[in-house]
């Protein structure tokens, strides 16, 4: 993997989340009709609390783009990976349970979509030393 994709890898992962992550805490509501998903109205408070979590691991994919742009040790990009795919694959792991299970609509299979994706490269990309490769 080279730097160019990573840093767009890091920008992009970072970017979707900050910005989902700050629109679910300023605007639920919103956000939510944007991802074409729908819940009652009493529990947007719980959502703008989830988004302060998502807006952090944004940041965190942030300060990773920030590493790569500044040719920081591949070991910290690393931790940021490491970190960001358990965040994820938890995530992942509890919307495909419920949405088997019908506490959440189908529409919230593309958060799962997104985050397992993520989860996939970045554990492939730790196995294999991409960021290493890509220090170098």
Known sequence: MKRPILFFYQLLTGLSDALTGALLM?????TLRLMGLHTPSDALTYLSFIGAFVFAVGLCCL???????????ASRLGVVWFLTAIL????AAYVITNVL???LENGWLTVSLFDGACVLIQ????????????AK
């Not at 300023?26 to 919103?30: E, F, G, Q, S």
């Not at 300060?63 to 040790?73: H, K, P, Q, S």
């Not at 994820?88 to 995530?91: A, F, G, I, K």
């Open 88 to 91: 994820r694959c938890s995530v």
């Open 26 to 30: 300023i605007a639920p509501a919103l």
């Open 123 to 134: 554990a492939i990309g730790l196995r294999k030393g991409w960021l290493v490769d890509a």
């Open 101 to 103: 299970s019908g506490r």
């Open 63 to 73: 300060y990773g783009a920030y590493l790569v742009f500044r040719n920081a040790c």
